[in-house]
């Protein structure tokens, strides 16, 4: 997957390191002169840069950085993506009362909502609140683990990106989120993505 994470990457660092650097940059500049809704806007933008490296992953790759940065304030992306995120937190909050590891293990589980939510509302799906939690904890049967692994194999060039004070980040970010985002779409593959009806053949139907 890190093997496939690098190739994909491959002519297109720069890309991935401009988007990695705006994204830092104005969400860090959001959630650090704001607070409240300054951090929610700072975590949307940062699950919105998941959004465009999965859209990357599949050849579609955003040009207009802002749009790409932003882009979960429209298309009927922000109620979903809003009751996601916090309810995810709030569930992670209360798992973690229980010690550490059970909410690590609730994080593993969690990990594949905001690609789940994504899926589904360009599906044109109406989702529920806690849609995309329950089918990523349903998807992560058995491969939380595997994952959990996955993200500490990371760990070397995370501390080698602390010694370059940051600096190195703009390279790990998008090599880490790529290959979360090829992990994602190997174990989901197609099931979330499903079209809707098409309206005009309903009426024929008819």
Not at 10 to 17: E, I, K, R
Not at 32 to 56: K, R
Not at 101 to 119: E, W
Request: proline share 2%; hydrophobic share 50%; glycine share 8%.
């Amino acid at each position: 997957m890190k093997r496939n994470a690098k190739q994909t990457l491959s002519g297109n660092w720069q890309w991935a390191v401009i988007l990695t650097l705006l994204t830092s940059i104005i969400s860090g500049g959001i959630g650090g002169v704001t607070w409240g809704i300054g951090y929610f806007i700072a975590e949307m933008i940062w699950i919105v840069y998941d959004y465009a490296v999965l859209d990357f992953t599949k050849g579609t790759q955003e040009q207009n950085y802002f749009n790409a940065m932003f882009c979960a304030f429209t298309n009927n992306r922000f109620i979903p993506v809003f009751l996601t995120w916090l309810l995810e937190l709030i569930f992670l909050c209360l798992w973690s009362l229980l010690l550490i590891v059970p909410g690590i293990v609730k994080a593993m589980a969690y990990s594949q909502a905001f690609y789940i939510d994504k899926d589904l509302i360009e599906s044109g799906k109406d989702i529920q609140a806690t849609e995309a939690i329950k089918r990523s904890r349903e998807l992560m049967v058995g491969h939380k683990w595997e994952f959990f692994v996955l993200q500490l194999s990371f760990m070397g060039w995370a501390i080698l990106s602390c010694l370059t004070f940051g600096i190195g980040f703009l390279w790990l970010l998008p090599y880490v989120h790529t290959t979360n985002a090829l992990y994602y779409r190997q174990l989901a593959g197609d099931r979330f993505r499903s079209t809707v009806e098409n309206p005009t053949n309903e009426m024929k139907s008819e």
